[in-house]
């Protein structure tokens, strides 16, 4: 009778903690997906049924908003400079970011752990703060209103991520692997190109998509360092305040999916950098 | 022609010294063991060698010639680590001609040499396979066939054997000794097992807190030890120990007996006895059996005389009993004897 009792029991906190846990996982995912997928129904609505009331839960797949876009003055051009500028900053964040990373994984140096506290200190500073003093220092140096002058401000927010990715990353490859190379008749650059670099490719493939996701979603900078080079974030950010509902859904649209595609494909890396098991 | 020299090394690590001047010749294709316990600095030593850490001070010298401030790949060596490092993006093909690679020799070279030595280990049918497709035993074959395709002067081995299971590294020493003495390259191979020592080695070099202790052919590390440290590391069980005063004349008293030592003007020594060198008899030193273990070949009996703990190895057809008294005569030319205030051994 006990042992029955004791086994329902147990079946029992199961059962309920298997609830909890289900309703929790339904939660979260709500939280992200609902209004996602709103976004995405108003996009693919025409104007009328974004405006009217009650909403259907199913999208028309009307492509007028975004055909709108794609016929918008500067909409393409817009575009390019973001991913010029992405681009950009994909390579100087990796270029940059991927030797401190291998620096901090391999060599004991003075001040290591504080370095570590630095490159995360970088992004306690709110751009707000740092934006009216750049902005002078671009116009003085020209740099201003450049796809390059606005990819170094976000190679500097993408720095930080760059660096912990990566240090992961080269932390994961074991030392002896590279010992064993330079006992092979590489140098240590050789031992790199040959052994550590094909290892690491596809997280540092990851690393650099986070960091083109970065300068993709960033407004602040590009909205007040650029003014005829906007990036696609400044520009529906200018454009899409006097717009109609519709044209705002779409913009917002636009601008979300593909970021939410490269999050996506880097998803295995980003709990890496975090510490999480790679599953 | 490759002998290593070792002349005064001496390593530090912030306050700490790993190695304590360090003076060693190995000979053109001797096999030379280091053996110690973790943290004895024999594979601080091994890497100095392979140019993977820098000496503090002192020299490295590979067959007549300098090189300390060499990097790895120009001093003519080649390694074999512990967890075998074998590229994981590369076929054991391309692992194997790795270095080969490197040296841009042609392609027929490249599969000529891979051929043969894994052939040797026996691996050929391995060599489209990746790292993460073989066992442990396979991927140490392929450590050392990569070592070896290089054809190098000097081999490095850090605890090759220390991943694999008891059945698998006891068939491993075997081989790889063969096929070392067939490729007449100067081996240096660290280990903190004394049977892998023991079995394989032309020279042992037992190491402890950074020093040589002694460095010997491996019968003679066994029988005649250096110091205390040797005699209780080499031996399982190790050697026993009991106090001795002397009573003239080079006649030593130990728990009751006269045996001959040293003719030292010591105050008191060591006299010292390996477990197997016991025979039960009629004079002798009394024993209380204590534990007995019959372990098949024979029986380990671990007996206690005054106040020293003291193992002897005896015929498994001996009858012993917990608490029965033995007395035990030790065979007269292997006992040694040790100074107990410098543990060195006294002849």
Redesign the interface.
Known sequence: MTDATAVDMSTDTRKSGRILYVASVVFLCAWVIVPIYFLLINTLSSPETVNSFPKSFIPEFDFGSLQFFAGFAGMLTALKNSVIVALLTMVMSILIGAPAGYALSRFDFPGKGLFRLLILLTRAFPLPLLALPLAVMFIQTGLDDTAFGLALVHTTLAIPFAVLITFSLFSGI?I??E?????????RL?AFTK?VL??ILPGITASAIFAFVISWNEVFAAAVLTIENRTLTAFLLQNLDTSPLHLKFAGGFILVVPALIFIFAVRKYLFAMWGIANR | MAEIQIKNVAKRFGAYQALNDINLTIADQEFMVLLGASGCGKSTLLRII???ETATSGEVWIGGKRIDHL???DRG???V???Y?V???LTVFENIG??LR??KLPNDEVTRRVGRVAGLMHIEMLLKRYSGELSGGQRQRVAVA?ALA?EPDVI?MDEPLSNLDALLRMEMRAELKGVLAESKTTAIYVTHDQVEAMSMADRISVMHEGNIVQAAAPIEVYRDPAAKFVASFIGNPPMNFLSATPEGNGKWQVAGQTFDGPNTAHANLQFAIRPEDMQPSEHGLAATARIVEPLGAHVLVTCQIDDAMFRVILDSDTVVKAGQTLTLAPQSDRVRWFDPDTTLAVA
């Open positions: 074991p002896e692997l010992e064993a190379a330079w006992t092979l008749g590489c140098t050789t052994v094909p290892l | 392979a140019g993977l990097s790895p790949k060596i080649a390694m680590f512990q967890n490092a590229f994981p993006h790795f270095g490197m040296q990569r290089m490095l």
